[in-house]
């Protein structure tokens, strides 16, 4: 049986991995069937705003993806080359932040 810890990280490897292939019915059914989930921003993105629901996760992403920059904007997984990196303890992270630019900016 895994342990909590376990079982967080595997829906986190999952999660990244499905990012990675952009899966948004993948992501989706990582999720509970109610959620309490918050993206902050200006009500201009149309991806902000608050979901309670697992079937608003999947439009998030479809919303969100195209007004990020093809090949700019990307998935990090540190040492993730190997399957002993993978296991290691460090963890797997997202980065968008200011190599994405918005469509709804102009940009």
Known sequence: MATDTQASRTVAEKFVERLGRQDPD???ELFSEEIDWH?????????TGRR???????PYFTTMWPHFAHGRSKVVTPLAT????RRS????CMRFGDRSRARSQGG
């Open 39 to 47: 993206v902050p921003g200006s009500d201009a993105l149309p991806w």
């Open 89 to 92: 303890t460090r963890s797997p």
């Open 26 to 28: 993948g992501i989706q």
């Open 52 to 58: 309670t629901r697992r079937e608003e996760v999947a």
């Open 82 to 85: 190997s399957m002993a990196a």
